[in-house]
């Protein structure tokens, strides 16, 4: 789950093209879920105590995917790097570089990648069988954090606005997703911290156990890859934006 679509300009455009795959992506993953809660809905089994919890669980499970994937998108590789580089990595490293920038970009661009990669977790639920407990919260929770991830490009687009929707900013100063200024510390060097972006309840936790910081040790020591190879000045360039 991405914090910026694909569809990054180059350093000196201001326009994000659409592409029909964003648009395709966020309509199927949208009917997803409306398809997810109509069959939740319809199962008795579903109607207790259990779902708001697990549903909240999905929101938890969302962020926690969003850090990881952002960070692997800020500290391995290039846009030279194969099959990534140009789709995955690029978007991450020009966010740094020009953070404001993503906020010309239109809905669907904005969230098409973000809605692209939840489709598995909102397609997985399907195959599972809703005979047991087990299953059906299984199920519902997989279906969760597809439903919410989903929407980790908008919240972090709403992130960086000065003067978000007013229920965004309510929804914002109350912690319920990501704020302007939880996701400052982002932005600030050496750029290793708070990279869960969907609502931020991860980051706490993860940076008190320097979760990344040992990640990065783990790949290193079993790949020979170094972290963050592009110049310092690249994301310094952020801080001025």
């Given amino acids: 789950m991405t914090p910026t679509s694909q569809s990054t300009p180059t ?3 201001s326009e994000f093209p659409l592409q029909p795959i964003e648009v395709i992506s966020v309509l199927t993953a949208g009917a997803l879920v409306v398809v997810h809660l109509i069959l939740f809905a319809r199962m008795l089994e579903f109607w207790h105590w259990s ?19 952002h960070w692997a998108g800020d500290t391995w590789g290039n846009e030279s790097t194969p099959w990534f580089g140009q789709r995955f990595i690029r978007p991450f490293r020009f966010h740094h570089a020009h953070p404001l920038n993503m906020l010309r970009s239109n809905f669907f661009t904005t969230n098409g990648d973000t ?22 919260l299984s199920a519902l929770f997989i279906a969760s954090v597809g439903g ?18 007013r229920i965004v900013a309510w929804l914002q100063r109350r912690g319920l997703i990501l ?11 050496p750029f ?47 801080l001025r934006e």
């Fill in 179 to 189: 704020s302007r200024e939880h996701h400052r510390h982002h932005h600030k060097s």
């Fill in 51 to 69: 779902t708001p919890l697990v549903i909240l669980l999905g929101l938890v499970g969302a962020d926690f995917v969003s850090g990881v994937v």
């Fill in 148 to 165: 919410w991830g989903m929407w980790t490009s908008q919240f972090h687009q709403w992130a960086h606005m000065k003067s978000p929707p």
């Fill in 192 to 238: 290793v911290a708070n990279y869960c972006i969907t609502t931020g309840w991860c980051d706490g936790f993860l940076n008190a156990i320097h979760f990344f910081t040992v990640l990065e040790w783990v790949v290193h020591r079993l790949t020979g890859w170094r972290p963050r190879t592009e110049p310092a000045d690249l994301l310094a360039n952020g």
């Fill in 115 to 136: 809605a692209l990669s939840s489709l598995p977790f909102l397609l997985i639920p399907f195959v599972f069988p809703l005979d047991t407990s087990w299953w059906r």
């Fill in 11 to 13: 350093d000196n455009q």
